[in-house]
């Protein structure tokens, strides 16, 4: 395989990571302060429709942005007020998100356009554009990383690169400051943050509205960069490959990036691997390779390689003692 | 711990349930106001497309007898205190079971290959389901999480199976043959007309019969027999069934085997009922709506029916809805079992402590006067 194919791959696994990474890092906030969150699915879509709305409305991706974050932080506000104020059952919630979100963006889209529920296309200012990182130019010239550098890092979009930020930010907010420790107590023994004197709704409050953040990003992603509009379920069980990212990074920043990463290098691979022959193996089903990602997870799950551990209280209600 | 709210026996059997639907339904009123539309309009057009004609009857008892498996799928789980959101999945390989079993047995009469078929696609479903549950028994990972990814494994399995196994030669669509005429369950059309009685045309056929058989059965089980017993007290209190000599792991396994073989219905009524192939993507969702169906029915098969009516009477207005007015899809009917399993599910506490406020007002009034 030669460099320019490898970039090839490498430049799309990234582009096909990137709002996995932006779902998992939204489910790690909110399982790491307590709160189980299978509607990462839902929260991208309604961001997606609402970022491609906004978008299409104003003509501005960066308003596009805003809604799709607005949006999917109503929605998480919905989630944590069903499972932090009413104590109620988190996964039945997000059952709910999910639906709501397919539901509501599939026919609010159609009754607004009357396109069978896609939005009209996005061209120009209500686009993100791909960002030619400062420097780029320079450094092609040396040879191998130059090329890397410009195919693969360089060349991606606004929220790609949000996203990408937001795993040092991650870590170091929760690994470093008062509040990372704080909220990641609040997800392992929530009494023992209550009697310290810091209100547990409000942490968990918090996680959650940050998990929406990240949704919106990576929803935004989709319609406004990645595609050029809104498409029925375009989230197509991504929010669900972030969920067992998730649990493959054991519940941590960085390892979570390594691991969206490789479930799309999985992605990418099975679109260049369609009907290809390889030595030993043979013709590998594309299925097979879609379904890795999640095959890895229930292997994982069920204790065969490595534990994941998921954080001490996550889907428990706190209830004050009286 | 916070008191469990304490609602006389109607109250909450009754009172909760309709008034969640009511909510739910107000939601989806300020949907269809929202989008331009008039929700009373809306509302008739739903209540004479789907009970306003023996056709439109027939084709809402065909998608209720859908709705009555998967939501006693969901519920059997319910009652083990497991969350089986894998039904989709288990559905999908409930069909290739029933596939198997039709294509590869068509010497078989009709009153061989049907009892066959059915059972192929409960076994199917079965060991779908089986799987997580003996996960989570033996090896703690937790069943939710192994059956949405169930659900995906199932889903690009059965591309697979269907491009290049069990499809049609030759097809370029993603389907099998059809399957032989002895596989097909007589429709309730066919079985009436022998008596001489007329019925408009609908996939509506037996497996409605077996979808009341299989609720009637699910309410011995869990409520008159041993298992029964024995599963609703590992869903209630594990440490106590432990301690009753009760192994929770083998309820956990048991429990989800069941739920499994019931959401395999699903493919009975969709494949042999109606379709009479295995089609790509049949499941349609009917799985996840099941969640809704089992929340608001209580989990007890007899809410579940009533349940299943009201989904299948929504299912089939929403497709004349569809139809009469091209602003509204029949994803309202998603919407509105979002804002079911929200309201009836995860803020059921909301709806309890506002009866349980309102019933106590009500008392103290009658007591004064």
């Known amino acids: 395989m030669d460099l320019q194919s490898l970039a090839v791959i490498?430049?799309?696994?990234?582009?096909?990571?990137?709002?996995?990474?932006?779902?998992?890092?939204?489910?790690?906030?909110?399982?790491k302060s307590g709160v189980v969150d299978i509607g990462l699915e839902g929260k991208m879509l309604i961001a997606a429709f609402a970022a491609a709305t906004g978008a299409h409305a104003s003509g501005s991706a960066l308003i596009g942005l805003m809604a799709g974050i607005g949006a999917s932080v109503a929605f998480s506000l919905v989630h944590g007020?069903?499972?932090?104020?009413?104590?109620?059952?988190?996964?039945?919630?997000?059952?709910?998100?999910?639906?709501?979100?397919?539901?509501?963006?599939?026919?609010?889209?159609?009754a607004w356009y009357g396109q069978g529920g896609r939005s009209p296309a996005l061209e120009g200012q209500a686009r993100f554009n791909d960002i030619t990182l400062w420097g780029t130019e320079t450094i092609a010239a040396v040879p191998v990383f130059g090329p890397l550098f410009r195919e693969v890092v360089s060349g991606h979009a606004l929220p790609a690169y949000l996203a990408f930020a937001a795993v040092p930010l991650t870590w170091f907010v929760l690994a470093r400051t008062r509040f990372g420790l704080r909220l990641r107590a609040v997800g392992e023994k929530p009494a023992a943050v209550d009697t310290a004197g810091i209100s547990v709704p409000l942490l968990r409050y918090a996680a959650v509205t940050i998990c929406g953040v990240l949704c919106g990003?990576?929803?935004?992603?989709?319609?406004?960069?990645?595609?050029?509009?809104f498409l029925p379920n375009m989230t197509a069980g991504k929010g669900f490959i972030a969920l067992a990212a998730l649990i493959f990074a054991k519940w941590r920043a960085w390892p979570a990036l390594g691991a969206c990463l490789l479930f799309g290098l999985l992605?990418?691979?099975?679109?260049?691997?369609?009907?290809?022959?390889?030595?030993?193996?043979g013709t590998v089903p594309v299925q097979a390779i879609q379904a890795l990602p999640y095959v890895l997870t229930v292997i994982l799950l069920a204790g065969f390689i490595g534990r994941a551990v998921p954080p001490a209280a996550s889907g428990i209600p706190y209830v004050k003692e009286r | 711990?916070?008191?469990?709210?304490?609602?006389?026996?109607?109250?909450?059997?009754?009172?909760?349930?309709?008034?969640?639907?009511?909510?739910?339904?107000?939601?989806?009123?300020?949907?269809?106001?929202?989008?331009?539309?008039?929700?009373l309009t809306v509302t008739r057009i739903l209540v004479t497309g789907s009970l306003g004609s023996a056709d439109a009857i027939g084709f809402t008892l065909y998608y209720a007898t859908n709705f009555i498996f998967t939501g006693l799928a969901v519920a059997v789980a319910f009652h083990a205190g497991l969350f089986n959101i894998g039904g989709e999945g288990q559905a999908t390989l409930a069909g290739v079971g029933v596939s198997l079993a039709c294509l590869?047995?068509?010497?078989?009469?009709?009153?061989?290959?049907?009892?066959?078929?059915?059972?192929?696609?409960?076994?199917f479903g079965a060991v779908w389901a089986m799987i997580p549950g003996w996960l989570q028994a033996t090896r703690g990972s937790h069943v939710v999480i192994t059956t949405i990814m169930f659900n995906f494994i199932a889903a690009t399995l059965i591309v697979y199976l269907l491009v290049n196994v069990i499809g049609r030669p030759g097809s370029m669509s993603p389907e099998t043959s059809e399957f032989p005429v002895n596989a097909h369950?007589?429709?309730?059309?066919?079985?009436?007309?022998?008596?001489?009685?007329?019925?408009?045309?609908?996939?509506?056929?037996?497996?409605?019969?077996?979808?009341?058989?299989?609720?009637?059965?699910?309410?011995?089980?869990?409520?008159?027999?041993?298992?029964?017993y024995a599963i609703r007290t590992v869903g209630a209190a594990p440490g106590a069934a432990l301690y009753a000599g009760i192994s929770p792991g083998r309820i956990v396994v048991v429990a989800m085997t069941i739920s499994g073989a019931l959401a395999g219905g699903l493919a009975v009524n969709e494949l042999m009922g109606a379709q009479h192939r295995m089609v790509l993507g049949f499941t349609a969702g009917y799985g996840f709506v099941g969640i809704a169906v089992a929340l608001m029915g209580r989990s007890h098969?007899?809410?579940?029916?009533?349940?299943?009516?009201?989904?299948?009477?929504?299912?089939?207005?929403?497709?004349?809805?569809?139809?009469?007015?091209?602003?509204?899809?029949?994803?309202?009917?998603?919407?509105?079992?979002?804002?079911?399993?929200?309201?009836?599910?995860?803020?059921?506490?909301?709806?309890?402590?506002?009866?349980?406020?309102?019933l106590a007002f009500a008392g103290r009034r009658v007591k004064e006067a």
């Not at chain 2, 909450?12 to 939601?27: C, E, M, W, Y």
């Not at chain 2, 590869?104 to 076994?123: K, Q």
């Open chain 1, 81 to 110: 007020f069903a499972s932090i104020s009413q104590r109620g059952n988190q996964i039945v919630s997000g059952v709910a998100i999910n639906m709501l979100a397919a539901g509501l963006s599939a026919i609010v889209g159609n």
């Open chain 2, 104 to 123: 590869n047995l068509p010497f078989l009469p009709a009153p061989l290959l049907i009892p066959a078929g059915i059972l192929a696609g409960a076994a």
């Open chain 1, 217 to 229: 990003i990576g929803g935004a992603y989709l319609a406004v960069a990645q595609a050029a509009a």
């Open chain 2, 185 to 228: 369950i007589p429709t309730i059309r066919a079985v009436l007309g022998a008596f001489g009685i007329d019925q408009p045309s609908t996939p509506l056929n037996l497996s409605l019969l077996l979808a009341l058989a299989a609720a009637f059965g699910v309410w011995l089980l869990i409520y008159r027999s041993r298992l029964g």
């Open chain 1, 267 to 281: 992605d990418a691979g099975a679109i260049r691997l369609q009907g290809a022959s390889l030595p030993v193996i």
């Open chain 2, 1 to 39: 711990m916070s008191a469990p709210i304490e609602l006389p026996r109607w109250a909450d059997l009754a009172l909760v349930p309709a008034i969640s639907v009511a909510a739910a339904f107000v939601v989806a009123g300020l949907v269809v106001i929202g989008i331009g539309e008039n929700p």
């Open chain 2, 301 to 358: 098969p007899a809410g579940i029916v009533l349940a299943a009516l009201l989904f299948g009477a929504l299912y089939q207005g929403g497709a004349e809805l569809a139809f009469e007015t091209p602003t509204i899809t029949r994803d309202m009917v998603v919407v509105i079992g979002g804002v079911l399993i929200l309201f009836a599910g995860a803020l059921e506490g909301l709806f309890r402590r506002f009866v349980a406020r309102s």
């Open chain 1, 10 to 31: 490498l430049d799309s696994a990234l582009r096909l990571s990137v709002p996995l990474l932006c779902a998992c890092l939204a489910g790690l906030w909110s399982e």
